[in-house]
């Protein structure tokens, strides 16, 4: 079943980041945070729950762009699935829901990163339709 994350899934949450992310010793997922992204209308944290466990994620996010009137145009990013679970289709489902629900609010594009050593996640979101030659993410994290 795929819904919005609720403040319950935040373990799950916690557990699913830190095998994206295992080089990050402060993740940190607390049910507060869940239910702020749940009240933003532009900001869908989306599970996958299997057998009552959260088996997947990603989250989108909608932003106001100047360029095509009002059309918004989406992120999607943290998409990660339990590795016992890869192969049968969960984070196709999830990136189908994220497609579906920007699409519904009117959305141009959606647009995804992925860390570049990642290379069966760049053959899993190519087979979904993503270019990854068109474009090049950069980023700067911004020490607090």
Sequence with gaps: MIREATPEDASGLEKLYRILLPEHTDIQVSPQRISQIASNPDSLLIVYEEDGEVAGTLHL???MDA????RPFGVIERVVTDPQLRGKGIGASLMQFA?????????LKVMLSSKSCRTDAHRFYERLGYD????KLFKKYIPV
Excluded at 67 to 70: E, H, M, Q
Excluded at 99 to 107: D, I, K, S, T, Y
Aim: one cysteine or more; a negative charge.
């Design 99 to 107: 497609e579906e629900a920007a699409a519904a609010r009117g959305a």
């Design 67 to 70: 360029l095509c009137g009002d």
């Design 132 to 135: 990854g030659e068109g474009s």
């Design 61 to 63: 996010h909608l932003c």
